[in-house]
């Protein structure tokens, strides 16, 4: 929509600048642009004059504290008049939005506008690019409106005080997107090293066995205890192998309940085959052998 | 026997009901005479099905409401003649008939003074108009010169295009729009309001009965007036405001009218653009229907136990899918989003942990079928799956399904001996009891090893 009104624009300006024999443009002349600081004296800041029915080419900075004048005298054809319709459009080149302030128009066409930055939305204050400041000049009849680019307006502002902005309307639409950012997985250090210190475990063993034998541990005892009570000491080994493989079922695939009565049973024979093995070894000791 | 002609009486409304929403239409106009500068307007509505119910808003039987259920499914008000409409057509009256999911299409005329009650509706809405309610638009550069070459309040339009490049276009077209003594509103900033037809940049709005007294302050021009607006409440009910009921008439249907400037004389887009506000205003266009929504477990084989589960496990593979058909004219047919747009899901628990867009996976004779794969979030609670798809001119889709995400329970971490950082205290254990089982063998079958010496001592 935006695209077509330019373009009708476009052709407007284009048929507005070759004025037909049957019909009056309108049209101004004697226009000029102003911007006086307040505070500042007189005949400081910026007078330009607009050349009749086109456009200045340098932007006019307009500050905080500024007044922007304009003034122009309309003209139907030739002469001065009154226009119902003396606009100053500003446009923001880059969203296309538009405000239009009327000129106070007298009767002989002379027309002014003053503007100060309170007057312009909040939007305009924050723009990059300088707005497009157009002319519109139409009335009843007729007479062909004016509506012609006279000057770009470049808002600055006061570094020392910040800018203000719009709050963003809410429209509905879509949303940015949201990905989980899921904790990060538990970490475990490096094989090798795991394995370094399982070897160190497993080291132990060897050097227990080893330290063992050289305090002097062996198993002389052994044809004797077998020989004297051979099967309780065969099943309180047997029992004590079993319970830790129970554990061992465990800590794999059985659940509680399944070794609770596995390890009754087990730790039941162990008990009294225990009992029995260490009568033995009890005989051996009073027999002054241990 | 009844119930075969019940069946058909069903299908016989089905047939002739083209909207998704019912067909009865009150129209209100005041003055009977009238009726006729919109016979074209009133035959294409029948055409469609429309049961048209003409009333006055002076009538004493006039009613939205018959006990306490809206009466008729649609409204269509035409600008009163008098200072206003009766207690029937009261602003309160008739925000309750669009509570109740009424449609209205609220027509203004620049030719008289909009009464204060249609003032105050319209606020409710956050619609404004001028404050001397008899505002026209006035535009210089874009007038009809073969009817208002010396007052240049018919405006020639362009029809209007996408609103933003995410919606749908529902009023575009080729052809131009005439739209003689519109009544200008602004709009008030809210999500539940678009424009469908703005002013052209160098309107501006005007009392014809004042003169425009120079540098007066001029509340809003150019695109910042509305010519015609949409406003769709959260129940999705639509209230349509046309600022110019002329352009209606027939005689601006079939129209010639010329743009200055430009040498050609063309017909008015009038009647179409008429059938497409209608159309989208009764709810025949942009009605969007939930079908079925699933969701599951990411896997192949899945058995009707699997659908919808009402619990989930932190770090699933989840998916889900939402069928959505749209409404169109007489059928439903598959819905697609607009070019720009996205179909989104939320897995929420309080705010969104996961927004993703919901992609087409499969098409129906009448419904799309959206959906998405995704993980749910490493934090157990109790989830929402949500599709929460309001856009303009498309009616809302709000959809919220509830389930618990847990934990992992005590079985389904990896085993200890998977971790290779485990390994040590794994073989200390065992060491243990390796350790445990050698000591007690040594124990029960070792010599004393000092035995001789003691015997000697």
């Not at chain 1, 541990?217 to 009570?229: E, F, G, R, T, Y």
């Not at chain 2, 500068?37 to 469609?48: C, G, I, P």
Request: hydrophobic letters at 40%; aromatic letters at 10%; proline letters at 6%.
């Amino acid at each position: 929509m935006q695209l077509w009104h330019s373009v009708l624009q476009l052709s407007l300006l284009a048929s507005a600048a070759i004025p037909t024999a049957a019909a009056a443009a309108w049209g101004f002349t004697d226009a000029t642009v102003s911007v006086s600081t307040k505070g500042a004296g007189v005949g400081s800041g910026l007078k330009e004059s607009i050349p009749d029915n086109k456009a200045l080419s340098a932007p006019v900075a307009f500050g905080p504290a500024d007044t922007l004048k304009v003034s122009l005298t309309a003209q139907e054809g030739r002469s001065g008049k009154r226009a119902h319709q003396v606009f100053l459009l500003l446009q923001d080149p880059e969203t296309g939005l538009d405000i239009s302030y009327p000129f106070n128009v007298k009767d002989n066409g002379k027309s002014r506008l003053d503007l100060t930055q309170k007057d312009l939305p909040i939007r305009f204050l924050s723009v990059s690019e300088p707005l497009d400041a157009r002319l519109l000049i139409g009335s009843f009849g007729d007479s062909v409106a004016y509506d012609g680019a006279a000057f770009q307006l470049a808002v600055t502002h006061n570094p020392d005080e910040p800018v203000p902005t719009a709050e963003a309307s809410s429209r509905y639409g879509k949303l940015p997107e949201i990905h989980h950012i899921f904790k990060a997985d538990a970490q475990s250090p490096p094989v090798v090293i795991s394995l370094v210190f399982v070897a160190l475990v497993l080291a132990a063993l060897p050097v227990l066995g080893g330290l063992w034998l050289f305090l002097g541990a062996n198993v002389n005892h052994l044809p004797a205890a077998l020989k004297s009570a051979p099967v309780p000491h065969a099943v309180f080994l047997g029992s004590l192998l079993s319970i830790e493989g129970i554990f061992f079922l465990y800590y794999t695939s059985w659940n509680l309940f399944q070794i609770l009565p596995a390890v009754a049973v087990a730790s039941t024979v162990a008990f009294i085959s225990g009992s029995r093995a260490l009568g033995e070894v009890q005989g051996r000791r009073l027999a002054g052998l241990r | 026997m009844r119930w075969c002609l019940s069946v058909f009486l069903f299908c016989l409304a089905v047939v002739n009901a083209l909207s998704s929403s019912g067909n009865r239409l009150l129209v209100v106009l005041e003055d009977g005479s009238e009726k006729d500068l919109y016979s074209t307007f009133w035959s294409d509505l029948e055409a469609r099905g429309y049961d048209l119910i003409f009333e006055s808003p002076k009538s004493d039987k006039l009613s939205l409401f018959d006990l306490g259920e809206k009466a008729y499914d649609h409204l269509l008000i035409l600008p009163p003649r008098s200072k206003g409409f009766g207690p029937a057509l009261s602003p309160k009256n008739i925000v309750d008939f669009i509570n109740q999911d009424g449609n209205v299409l609220l027509a203004l005329s620049g030719k008289s003074t909009t009464p204060s009650a249609i003032s105050s509706l319209l606020l409710e809405l956050d619609l404004h108009l001028s404050t001397d309610r008899s505002s026209v638009v006035l535009d210089h550069f874009n007038y009809d010169t073969l009817s208002a070459s010396e007052k240049h309040d018919v405006l020639l339009l362009q029809r209007p295009g996408q609103l933003r490049p995410d919606t749908k276009d529902f009023f575009g077209g080729e052809g131009v729009l005439a739209l003689p003594r519109t009544a200008p509103h602004t709009l008030g900033d809210t999500a539940l309001l678009a424009p469908i037809l703005r002013a052209p940049v160098t309107a501006y709005s005007y009392n014809p009965k004042e003169d425009l007294s120079a540098g007066e302050e001029v509340s809003a021009t150019g695109s910042q007036l509305a010519l015609v607006s949409a406003m769709q409440s959260r129940s999705s009910s639509r209230f349509t405001l046309l600022g110019s009921a002329e352009s209606f008439q027939d005689k601006w249907f079939s129209a010639t009218v010329k743009a200055p400037g430009s040498g050609k004389e063309t017909g008015t887009a009038n009647q179409e653009f008429a059938k497409q506000l209608t159309a989208w205003t009764f709810k025949e266009t942009g009605v969007l229907k939930v079908g079925k929504i699933e969701h599951h477990l990411a896997q192949d084989d899945l058995s009707l136990e699997d659908l919808n589960p009402t619990i989930y496990r932190i770090k699933n593979e989840t998916v889900f899918s939402i069928e959505i058909s749209e409404y169109s004219d007489d059928k439903y047919v598959p819905f697609e989003v607009p070019a720009n747009d996205a179909l989104q899901l939320e897995f929420s628990m309080l705010s969104p942990f996961q927004r993703l867009q919901l992609q087409p996976s499969a098409r129906t004779e009448n419904s799309t079928i959206y959906s998405t794969q995704f993980t749910v979030p490493d934090q157990h609670g109790i989830f929402s799956f949500r599709v929460n798809y309001k856009r303009p001119f498309l009616t809302n889709i709000e959809e919220k399904h509830e389930v618990t995400v847990r934990h992992f329970a005590h079985d389904e971490y990896p085993r200890s001996w998977k971790i290779s950082g485990g390994w040590v205290w794994i073989a200390g254990l065992w060491s243990v009891i390796g350790g445990f089982l050698a000591f007690v063998f040594v124990w029960l079958y070792s010599e004393p090893a000092s035995g001789k010496t003691k015997k000697t001592q």
